[in-house]
């Protein structure tokens, strides 16, 4: 890193940790008590404050890993510094443990934009700084960096093990992914990706042999045609079936094979992948949450996705390729048709933006859902054309992961989509100054809507007494 970009990313941060103070104070004066989940999670880490590590409430879901975590945190400063009392772990401390996560975050972006593109000499290091100043002010993920949530904790770990795994760390990947786990289980999906990461690097290095020895470019020139793929998956199945290929990739991924590993033990013995409240979380093929994904990104990434250039180029692959989007958009009519869910909490709870959008778009009428199988279509093609700078391999990668993490939730919820979006946009190409510009005050425009509504539209419910707010 150059001074000048030392110096830039400094105040950039320092900056943006300075106008999260401000907003934590705002929200905490707001919403002094606990709020949504924050009533279940903070009284559970106020019991680890007070060493009953063996109480636990049956409606909490996840692991223990954020409030092992935050008196890890809190006890030893309230020693240091003397503090005593009903501060120790209050809510506003307890919350305060998630704005550290939120530099963390910045930091852990900077450093991955570094990282992923710094074979890219044309990006400049304002550029890298502003890209990691959007995505650390990403709306979904920004948001709960101000409530006691998992959310920007379960961030921080999985983009740390990630980070770890592309410098080679595999060892520290894996642990770092066993943190993050312990704040969500799903989480162990991106420690499987960073294990892919790894053997699609290894599955790359043989192909390009491969091409070199037969000295066929013209497989590499066709890359996304049926055929390019039918050949790199019969090419994939050939190195996964040698036996010499598969003592080397066990032996670089063995940390991740151990902890992947556990987590079917702990699935064995827990009897499930969700502790506490199953009834609300039970697992199904939600295939359309994939359309739900593409439709977000595309929202939170118009400026690479959704652009005259990338219409222009669907319209004439489109027109090359009929048969096959023909044959897509009938598959997507069927899983739509078959496998569509509304969970129960969707439709109940009038505090979440996905409430307004189920009732305002898809119960419009019966046919909408179906109606948008075309921009589902295209938003797949723009989002998969983005990738097209990475390998065949680590592509197909990503999405096996996507489809694993996103498929067998039942219920529609944004903050489900957060890493699998930050994964994928920190892996983009840069796109001009312009549009990045654009892309940052989309986001600072949200997040002003949204804490905006939540601090200052609230209602009331006709049978309770409590303020409600808006929220993701």
């Known amino acids: 890193m150059e001074r000048a970009e030392a110096y830039g990313f400094s105040g950039a941060m320092s900056g943006a940790f300075l106008l999260s103070c401000l907003l934590f104070a705002a929200v905490s004066r707001r919403q002094r008590g606990p709020y949504m989940d924050e009533v279940f999670h903070v009284p559970q880490a106020q019991a680890y404050c007070h060493g009953r590590f063996l109480q636990w409430d049956p409606m909490i879901t996840t692991l223990p890993g954020l409030y092992l975590l935050s008196v890890g945190v809190v006890k030893p400063a309230a020693w240091l510094l003397g503090w005593t009392g009903s501060v120790v772990c209050s809510v506003g401390m307890l919350r305060f443990i998630n704005l550290l996560f939120s530099a963390g975050n910045f930091y852990l972006l900077y450093l991955l934009l570094f990282k992923i593109h710094q074979k890219n000499k044309a990006v400049s290091g304002f550029q890298r700084i502003l890209s990691a100043l959007t995505l650390a002010m990403f709306p979904t993920l920004y948001f709960f960096t101000f409530l006691y949530y998992t959310d920007p904790g379960s961030v921080f770990f999985t983009l740390f093990s990630y980070l770890m795994c592309l410098y080679g760390n595999y060892k520290t990947s894996a642990l770092l992914g066993f943190c993050g786990f312990m704040f969500r289980q799903t989480n162990i999906v991106w420690t499987v990706f960073c294990a892919g990461n790894v053997v699609a690097e290894k599955l790359n290095e043989a192909w390009k042999i491969k091409l070199q020895k037969k000295k066929d470019e013209r497989i590499s020139s066709r890359k996304g045609s049926f055929s390019d793929l039918t050949r790199v998956l019969q090419f994939l199945l050939e190195y996964l079936l040698s036996p010499k290929n598969l003592v080397t990739l066990t032996a670089l991924t063995w940390p991740y094979i151990i902890l992947v590993s556990l987590f079917f033990v702990f699935v064995f013995i827990n009897g ?91 119960q419009r009428h019966e046919l909408v859902k179906y109606l948008l199988v075309p921009f589902y279509v295209f938003a797949g093609w723009s989002f998969a054309d983005t990738l097209k700078s990475k390998s065949i391999f680590w592509v197909l990668m990503y999405f096996v992961c996507l489809l694993a993490v996103t498929v067998p939730q039942k219920l529609l919820e944004f903050r489900y989509f957060i890493l699998p979006f930050l994964i994928y946009r920190l892996n983009i190409p840069f796109m001009s100054l312009y549009r990045q510009l654009l892309e940052l005050a989309f986001y600072i425009l949200v997040n002003a809507v949204t804490f905006y509504l939540f601090l200052n539209r609230t209602f009331q419910w006709e049978n309770s007494d409590e303020v409600q707010r808006f929220m993701w």
């Open 272 to 362: 499930g992948i969700v502790v506490g409240d199953r009834s609300s979380h039970e697992a199904c093929l939600h295939f359309p949450q994939l359309f739900y994904f593409l439709s977000f990104t595309v929202f939170f990434s118009f400026p690479h996705l959704l652009t005259p250039t990338k219409i222009r180029k669907f319209l004439l692959s489109l027109r090359k390729h009929p048969v096959q989007y023909s044959l897509i958009t009938v598959i997507s009519l069927f899983l739509i048709w078959k496998f569509t869910y509304v969970h129960k909490y969707l439709l109940a709870d009038n505090r979440h933006y996905t409430f307004y959008v189920w009732r305002k778009v898809f």
